[in-house]
């Protein structure tokens, strides 16, 4: 069946530029995650979507980060101005509903490289 | 203090062996926990959860030990396939999943 997708797979961009990354959940999941993770590095968590309810922006690291989820399915994460330490794998993952024993299935990432 | 904690390792233990990976995590309330597996540029994917009683999959067994507050993956007869990076990862009241940096686990011939 299809799983959580994820495009473009890798991005090269220029510093300052803007980049968009797209994540399309496992169709009925409504819940959906987008973490970082940096070479060597856990998954740092950026954003949390629930259904209709207000996103969990905490853990996005600047206001050049934005997330937005359209419709409740497709996802996407937007950095503005790209800086160098911007260079990690994004990871977008979604579950049935965010809650309890909930298994989170990841996408195969975007590797972003900001030159 | 990180609120979940792993030794990266990496471990290198010959096929056959049996090898075994703690987390510790610093959160009392924490309910949830998982074991995952991460391959070399791959994407998490989950191994087992842990539940309070401890449970086994296979050659894997998850045990967890709220008082001391750490859960472990110990893995049996282990193979080359099993070579990979060992995610522990913790949920507390709300959806947020707290992952460790991950133990390396290589497996030699």
């Known amino acids: 069946g299809a799983g959580v997708s994820q495009s473009p797979s890798n991005k090269v961009t220029e510093k300052g530029k803007d980049v968009e990354l797209r994540c399309d959940p496992i169709?009925?999941?409504?819940?959906l995650y987008w973490y970082r993770q940096s070479l060597g590095q856990g998954l740092e968590f950026l954003i949390y979507?629930?259904?209709?309810?207000?996103?969990?922006k905490s853990g996005l690291p600047s206001d050049r980060f934005s997330a937005e989820r359209t419709g409740g399915s497709v996802s996407t994460l937007t950095i503005q101005r790209t800086q160098q330490e911007d260079s990690a794998v994004y990871l977008c993952?979604?579950?049935?509903?965010?809650?309890?024993?909930?298994?989170?299935?990841f996408g195969p990432g975007t590797r972003l490289t900001v030159l | 203090r990180k609120e979940v904690e792993q030794d990266p390792g990496p471990f290198n233990v010959p096929e056959g062996a049996t090898v075994a990976f703690n987390c510790t995590y610093s959160?009392?309330?924490?309910?949830?926990f998982f074991w995952y597996r991460q391959d070399c540029r791959k994407e998490p994917k989950l191994l087992m959860s842990?539940?309070?009683s401890g449970n086994e999959d296979g050659r894997f067994t998850a045990q967890l030990n709220r008082a001391s507050q750490y859960i472990s993956l110990l893995i049996r007869d282990s193979k080359l396939s099993d070579s990979a990076t060992y995610l522990c990862?913790?949920?507390?009241?709300?959806?947020?999943?707290?992952f460790g940096t991950g133990t390396r686990l290589k497996v030699l011939a």
């Open positions: 169709s009925g999941h409504t819940a």
């Open positions: 959160n009392s309330a924490s309910q949830s």
């Open positions: 842990v539940y309070s």
């Open positions: 993952a979604s579950s049935i509903a965010g809650g309890g024993l909930d298994t989170q299935y």
């Open positions: 979507f629930q259904g209709n309810s207000a996103p969990d």
């Open positions: 990862v913790v949920r507390g009241g709300t959806y947020k999943y707290i």
